[in-house]
């Protein structure tokens, strides 16, 4: 997972703007492929890649296969989005990478993440990688994508969710109280510095409820939520 292309703003989620903001999981190899070459053109920019390696332009790997993509659109344009990739028998693409075997935390992780993320079926855990949006004075986009997490979650009965994310993102999320829970030391990765992390989407849920309660309402709201989000 890799930071978004915006500094921390206020959070306006309600801001009132006249952009139409959709939030959606693609339904179209069509779609997919429009994302891959989106998250390639911010990777590119933010020089997280060789660009020789990829002559095609696109963004893309083993994983894919076996991903959901969520996307944020304004209006017709894609402004965001992240990848989604599920347990199979390659497992996930951070978990070796970084060390981690996510059913067997060491003791230097909290007691009750280790207890939370033991007690489930692998299955039911999602790691988030290409964590990806413009650069915009107009919103946050983590928000969006917060609301993306939340819904997929719901309708796919997700409980948690690994990643591997950028430390300025981790910064930005504790400010908009979203409880990214540490379960590895960082390390330097696709080109930053990268802290393993598990978020609980109950805990997200709980906590911007108390905390951050626009946020909260936003993301409950589903009135931008297009298509099909069963996958």
């Given at each position: 997972m890799k930071k978004i292309n915006n500094k921390p703003r206020?959070?306006?989620?309600?801001?009132?703007?006249?952009?139409?903001?959709?939030?959606?999981?693609?339904?179209s190899e069509?779609?997919?492929?429009?994302?891959?070459?989106?998250?390639?053109?911010i990777y590119e920019e933010l020089q997280w890649l060789n660009r020789n390696d990829f002559p095609d332009g696109i963004l893309a790997d083993k994983y894919d296969a076996e991903s959901a993509f969520i996307i944020i659109y304004s209006d017709s344009e894609i402004i965001g989005g992240m990848r989604l990739v599920k347990s199979s028998e390659m497992g996930f693409p951070h978990e070796k990478e970084l060390g981690i075997d996510l059913l067997n935390l060491g003791e230097a992780v909290d007691a009750d993440i280790r207890k939370k993320i033991y007690k489930?079926?692998?299955?039911?855990?999602?790691?988030?990688?290409?964590?990806?949006?413009?650069?915009?004075?107009?919103?946050?986009l983590t928000i969006d994508l917060a609301k993306g997490w939340y819904w997929y979650s719901f309708y796919n009965d997700i409980k948690a969710c690994f990643m591997a994310v950028d430390?300025?993102?981790?910064?930005?999320?504790?400010?908009?109280?979203?409880p990214l829970r540490p379960v590895g030391i960082?390390?330097?990765?696709?080109?930053?510095?990268?802290?393993?992390?598990?978020?609980?989407?109950?805990?997200?849920?709980?906590?911007?409820?108390?905390k951050n309660?626009?946020?909260?309402?936003?993301?409950?709201?589903?009135?931008?939520?297009?298509?099909?989000?069963r996958s």
């Open positions: 206020i959070n306006n989620c309600n801001s009132g703007q006249k952009e139409k903001i959709t939030i959606k999981l693609a339904d069509t779609e997919i492929r429009k994302f891959q070459k989106f998250s390639f053109q489930l079926n692998k299955n039911r855990i999602v790691e988030t990688t290409r964590f990806v949006g413009q650069r915009t004075g107009k919103r946050i430390l300025k993102v981790f910064l930005l999320m504790e400010k908009l109280f979203i960082p390390k330097y990765c696709e080109g930053s510095w990268v802290i393993p992390c598990v978020l609980i989407v109950e805990d997200m849920m709980s906590s911007l409820k108390e309660t626009e946020a909260w309402k936003y993301i409950m709201d589903k009135s931008n939520l297009h298509g099909d989000w």
